[in-house]
Every structure is written in C-alpha cells, then in structure tokens.
T-cell receptor
Framework: DVKVTQSSRYLVKRTGEKVFLECVQDMDHENMFWYRQDPGLGLRLIYFSYDVKMKEKGDIPEGYSVSREKKERFSLILESASTNQTSMYLC?????????????FGPGTRLTVL | AQTVTQSQPEMSVQEAETVTLSCTYDTSESDYYLFWYKQPPSRQMILVIRQEAYKQQNATENRFSVNFQKAAKSFSLKISDSQLGDAAMYFCAYRSAAPGAQKLVFGQGTRLTINP
C-alpha cells in the first residue's frame, strides 16, 4: 500500500514563527503536492513538485515556500506564520505517467497560528 | 480555468438507503478525468471512484456509482445501501487529460451523515 506520512497531526505556532511541515511518501512517486483545506473552500493547491528540486506554484502560493531535496520528501515552509494561515494542510503524491495519476493523501496537519 | 462546484454542503441519509451527491464542473476541454474522494473523520483522503470523460459508460465500484452527464457537465455520486462507515466529507475533483497535466481541481465538499 502507498503510504504518505506527515510529520505532525497537530501543530500550534506563534505569529511570525518559521514553520516547517514535512511529508514523506514511500512509493517512488514523481509528483508531490501541498494543499490547504478550509471549510466551504475545499482543497486548494499551494505548490507541487514534479521532480527533485523542481516546483511549480499552485493557486495560493503567497506566504509559502517548498523544498524537495529528495524524491520521497516534500517540505512546506511558512517563512513567517500569520493567523490567516491557520488551516488543515494535506500532502499528496502521485506517479507522473499513466492515465489517472491517482493522488494519495497523507493524514493532514492541523496548524493553528496564535 | 476549470472550476468544480458542489452545491450541497451537507447531506444526510438513513442507513441502508440511497443518497446522491451532486457535482458540476466547468471546462472547455473535451478530455479529462473526474474523481470522487472520501475523507472520513480520521482525515486520510481516499479515492472512491473515477471516470474518464471519453468513456460514456458510468463507472461503478461496489455500492458506489456515478452519473456522468458530459453535455451537462455533471458528475454525481450515488451511494447505495448506505452504511455508517460511509459518513465522511466527499470531494469531487477534476483533472485535465492534456499532456503533462497533473493538478486536481477540487469542489467545496459535501459532508455526508448516516443516520442509524
């Protein structure tokens, strides 16, 4: 079974702190994604990466950066956390080839910024 | 840009009955993929069912089936014989079939409650 893990289920940070969210997948997927999930808005793509050191902005990249130094690991970085970044963050991964490219999701990190 | 709309924020159904969740989308493309994802209270999102736009036959996975109406840009999910374990948030998602397209566009989600 594909496994996508995220470093924390719950995280509480203070405004202005630098925050790292880590995601690891064990299926040798080329693609990795970071979403944020907010009630009534569904999932919105922050960034995705299609290869090591490669990244592409999603729909809401402002205030975020990412890092992918190894194929299995994709980090989301909040350079200076703000209260409007309080949200659920979901990581996903998928193969690049093939017709469906089904995305497999991690359990999510509930981030609260005080 | 493509958009996906789920107009039912919440739905409820009696156990063992059938429920249909609605999804509409907007696209100018002729070839694409559509998905329904389920997010149970434990939060791990899993794929329920998928449909290719060029296939006219509606996809079915056990108790889950879709009604895909391409001209109407509608992709509803039918859950038959609802079970308590079906309680979850359900998300409809779209992905282009264009070469290199990898991103999913999600709807707002529908929270499904199963009443015993």
């Amino acid at each position: 079974d594909v496994k996508v893990t995220q470093s924390s289920r719950y995280l509480v940070k203070r405004t202005g702190e630098k925050v790292f969210l880590e995601c690891v997948q064990d299926m040798d997927h080329e693609n990795m994604f970071w979403y944020r999930q907010d009630p009534g808005l569904g999932l919105r793509l922050i960034y995705f990466s299609y290869d090591v050191k490669m990244k592409e902005k999603g729909d809401i990249p402002e205030g975020y950066s990412v890092s992918r130094e190894k194929k299995e690991r994709f980090s989301l970085i909040l350079e200076s956390a703000s209260t409007n970044q309080t949200s659920m963050y979901l990581c996903a991964s998928s193969f690049r080839g093939g017709p469906y490219n089904e995305q497999f999701f991690g359990p999510g990190t509930r981030l609260t910024v005080l | 840009a493509q958009t996906v709309t789920q107009s039912q924020p919440e739905m409820s159904v009696q156990e063992a009955e059938t429920v249909t969740l609605s999804c509409t989308y907007d696209t100018s493309e002729s070839d694409y993929y559509l998905f329904w994802y389920k997010q149970p209270p434990s939060r791990q999102m899993i794929l329920v069912i998928r449909q290719e736009a060029y296939k006219q036959q509606n996809a079915t996975e056990n108790r889950f089936s879709v009604n895909f109406q391409k001209a109407a840009k509608s992709f509803s999910l039918k859950i038959s014989d609802s079970q308590l374990g079906d309680a979850a948030m359900y998300f409809c998602a779209y992905r282009s079939a264009a070469p290199g397209a990898q991103k999913l566009v999600f709807g707002q989600g529908t929270r499904l409650t199963i009443n015993p």
